[in-house]
T-cell receptor
Framework: DGGITQSPKYLFRKEGQNVTLSCEQNLNHDAMYWYRQDPGQGLRLIYYSQIVNDFQKGDIAEGYSVSREKKESFPLTVTSAQKNPTAFYLC????????????FGPGTRLTVL | SQQGEEDPQALSIQEGENATMNCSYKTSINNLQWYRQNSGRGLVHLILIRSNEREKHSGRLRVTLDTSKKSSSLLITASRAADTASYFCATALGLIQGAQKLVFGQGTRLTINP
């Protein structure tokens, strides 16, 4: 089946630790995105990548980092510099670089203990 | 304040009735998209309407766009229990190098009662 997978589904982190969230797609999409969703809120863009080895900051990039070494993979690292990391993280991809009709993964719920 | 704001924040109707959700935005857009999210899951793309279109249909979904009022509406006809979800509008704004950014509203939580 084609789609986007995110792992893990749930993640617990102690304060001061960096954690990496995985996002993989086998849709052969060029563009990939990371969003953060807080309870009862819409999505906010963290980072996006239109092509391999290139990525751009979104609206709330501080405290996060990404890499795009392969077309299929776009991992997100939540660093200790992110002051309030507890949230639901969603990865998405789109076939065109303009980002229309984005396909979403199932999400990772990160909780800082 | 949000680029896209949905109204109402929550809507509860009986199965078989029609559900209407509205979205307002502030700046010029390339297109507007509607997504559905079941509780604790990822989003699913429903429909895209371009800035030069006024109305679009997809199955039981009807979307309208009024660029003069900077607003859109999503109508779900003959609702079913499976339509229970949160619905988000997302406005597509232009970025550098031909990219677009989707700005999501806070969503409308729709509950269909059997």
């Amino acid at each position: 089946d084609g789609g986007i997978t995110q792992s893990p589904k749930y993640l617990f982190r102690k304060e001061g630790q960096n954690v990496t969230l995985s996002c993989e797609q086998n849709l052969n999409h060029d563009a990939m995105y990371w969003y953060r969703q807080d309870p009862g809120q819409g999505l906010r863009l963290i980072y996006y990548s239109q092509i391999v080895n290139d990525f751009q900051k979104g609206d709330i990039a501080e405290g996060y980092s990404v890499s795009r070494e392969k077309k299929e993979s776009f991992p997100l690292t939540v660093t200790s510099a992110q002051k309030n990391p507890t949230a639901f993280y969603l990865c998405a991809s789109s076939i065109d670089r303009r980002g229309n009709e984005q396909f979403f993964g199932p999400g990772t719920r990160l909780t800082v203990l | 304040s949000q680029q896209g704001e949905e109204d109402p924040q929550a809507l509860s109707i009986q199965e078989g009735e029609n559900a209407t959700m509205n979205c307002s935005y502030k700046t010029s857009i390339n297109n507007l998209q509607w997504y559905r999210q079941n509780s604790g899951r990822g989003l699913v793309h429903l429909i895209l309407i371009r800035s030069n279109e006024r109305e679009k249909h997809s199955g039981r979904l009807r979307v309208t766009l009024d660029t003069s009022k900077k607003s859109s509406s999503l109508l779900i006809t003959a609702s079913r229990a499976a339509d229970t979800a949160s619905y988000f509008c997302a406005t597509a704004l232009g970025l550098i190098q031909g990219a677009q950014k989707l700005v999501f509203g806070q969503g409308t939580r729709l509950t269909i009662n059997p």
